[in-house]
């Protein structure tokens, strides 16, 4: 081979791009642990390390002026919430309460920056109802199905999982499981003694319309859908979510997830509580804000924690795309695309919201956990918008 033969050879451009390509994955690949190993995932129990905020780019006296200010908006609601319950149900059809209550607790919560706990108050480890926040729990059991390929595309009617026959019936034949994680699924029927009108909160006697036209927050078929996730997995969805998510973020254990006083179910001979999606009419999660904390930074980490990939890895971004006809919804997470849900704070930002109000909020562009349990909800904004500002 002679010299300009050589010389072509070394130049070679696809052999060029080849090592280029190469150098490059190695690098990222690195680059992509170095990250990981940087990022911060708090012990078992209460081994949660505290910063300064000072120590996270955030303003002290700021910070603090923001937790005064949620403390000064506590909610006015009785803290008997069996109470606040009747008294709000006294004359709405179907009002009755089925399932268990609890007093609540004070104002108290905690905010959370690069995975640190920055600021903290109240009693954070009391177990009290979230409502709401219920529902991205269900819709996170939801999510594991999908990685185990329970439900092999959320676009797929549930009535080709034959799991219910509720679902045989014409009007109900189109609901898929998006549908139902979007509450855009118009089902009718009845669940628990409660049928759909019960909670149809745009209108009880308006006309149904087609699967995936109309958005509706309804209780009911969020209960639905944590039965048919009941029936996929043949197991309690509690026990499906200590064993997948709440064991290893290491929450404390203390959390507790009802159903209704008559929500059994019997699968495989073995009797199971279906639980609710809420506490409209009491039940749902029972947690700490601790806890709670733990389940909005794996959220904010993309569904991983430490090593292990806990939800498929583009769940969180499946989860929180905007539905087509309520953007500021996803899969049972509210979104605040366009600013639509806090104005003061990032339109990536993400919430699990309850009753109360209970809030985990989640705000990926400042790297951000805020927990915040008994505030009035009108003041929750502004809060939020506090907290951000606090950041230099």
Do not use: C
């Amino acid at each position: 081979m002679n010299k300009s033969n050589r010389l072509k050879r070394r130049t070679n451009p696809a052999s060029a791009w080849l090592v280029f390509l190469a150098t490059a994955i190695v690098l990222l690949t690195a680059t992509r642990s170095q990250t990981q190993a940087d990022t911060y995932y708090p012990g078992t129990g209460d081994a949660w390390e505290h910063r300064s905020p000072t120590a996270v780019g955030m303003d002290s006296t700021s910070l603090s002026d923001a937790v005064a200010f949620a403390i000064a908006s506590e909610s006015t609601e009785p803290r008997d919430l069996q109470l606040m319950l009747s008294t709000r149900l006294a004359n709405v059809p179907y009002g009755d309460i089925i399932g268990p209550m609890k007093d609540r607790g004070g104002m108290n919560g905690l905010v959370i920056r690069n995975g640190y706990i920055v600021a903290e108050w109240g009693d954070t480890k009391r177990v009290d109802m979230t409502f709401s926040v219920s529902k991205s729990f269900v819709s996170t059991t939801a999510g594991l199905a999908v990685g185990d390929a329970l439900i092999k595309n959320v676009r797929e009617s549930v009535k080709d999982y034959h799991i219910d026959e509720s679902f045989d019936k014409p009007h109900n034949s189109a609901i898929t499981w998006q549908h139902l994680l979007q509450q855009t699924s118009e089902w009718e029927g009845e669940l628990w003694g409660k049928p759909d009108v019960a909670d149809r909160r745009r209108g009880r006697d308006r006309e149904l319309q087609e699967p995936g036209t109309f958005w509706e927050y309804n209780d009911v078929r969020v209960n639905l859908l944590a039965l048919s996730l009941l029936q996929l997995w043949r197991r309690p969805l509690p026990e499906i979510l200590q064993e997948r998510i709440m064991g290893p973020i290491d929450a404390s254990g203390t959390w507790e997830w009802h159903g209704y006083f008559d929500s059994d179910v019997v699968i495989d001979g073995r009797k199971i509580k279906s639980v609710s999606g809420g506490g409209h009419w009491g039940g749902g999660m029972w947690i700490s804000s601790r806890d709670q904390a733990r389940f909005g930074y794996l959220f904010l980490r993309k569904g991983q924690w430490k090593e292990r990939q806990l939800l498929p890895h583009d769940w969180v971004d499946r989860t929180t795309t905007p539905t087509d006809i309520r953007s500021n919804y996803g899969y049972m997470w509210w979104l605040n695309t366009d600013h639509q849900q806090w104005p003061s704070v990032s339109a990536q930002s993400f919430a699990a919201l309850g009753g109360g109000s209970n809030v985990i909020w989640i705000d990926p562009d400042n790297d951000l956990v805020v927990v915040v349990r008994w505030i009035q909800a009108p003041k929750i904004d502004e809060f939020l918008g506090r907290v951000v500002k606090s950041i230099n």
